[in-house]
């Protein structure tokens, strides 16, 4: 939990579900949810640069230990656990995580508390789509899709399928057209994004807009990290949030 020193755990209900947060800074919200296996260092690393530009910064906790270390065995543990949620799957085909509901309901709040534009969302990995998902609320005004990866590439028709449901999907490019654009980052030949890159140029067409760097490795902003990633993160926050 060292790593998590200066920032204060919460929690958040809807509808009977109770998830703890770790929150820091000041300014417009951004929520950054975890890659598996949870809130680890690098993950913290990430989320205290866009504390330090000027950003309330939430975190969910929904998997995992909060400033545990990465490597085999904490995933191992993480994926057998959310192998049996009833919130997340890692092979849902043409559906929304039932988590959405979730932390939708965390953007609205946190931004019926701060106010302004709307907030951020960003997910890594298995939950980047979660950051497109809390699109279809109005209060989510920065979604940035860090490698998304669910569900698991294992088809083609898998490696292109962007965790939605269809009316999401259909709520998802309305807010698109109206001008909402969509962040997505990625290492060009990352065979664990897919073809997912290619299904949201053709569903959002020009609001996707899509960073890829050169190469074949996958955390863009925590363990494979890369500084323009981050940069390019943080200078669509202060783009979108910023009154």
Known sequence: ????????????????????????????????????PGITPAVIAYADEVVAAGFTVVMPHLFGTPGGANGVLPVARTLGRICVSREMSLLALGQTQPVADWLRSLARTLHAELGGPGVGALGM????????????????AAPVLAQPSAPIAVTPRRSADLNL????????KARAAAGCE???????????????????????????LRVEFPGRQHATLTEHRRQEAVDRTIAFFEDKLRV
Not at 23 to 35: A, D, L, Q, W
Not at 182 to 202: A, E, H, I, N
């Open 182 to 208: 969509v962040l997505g980052l990625r290492y060009r030949s990352d065979p664990m994004v897919g073809k997912r890159f290619t299904t949201l140029t053709r569903e959002l067409g020009d609001a996707f």
């Open 165 to 172: 449901s269809p009316g999401d999907l259909a709520a998802v």
């Open 1 to 36: 939990m060292d790593a998590l020193d200066g920032w204060t755990s919460g929690e958040h209900t809807h509808d009977g579900t109770t998830h703890a947060t770790y929150r820091r800074g000041s300014g417009p919200g951004v929520i950054v949810i975890s890659e598996i």
């Open 125 to 140: 990995c298995f939950t980047g789509g979660f950051a497109l998902a809390m699109m279809v609320d109005p209060s989510v």
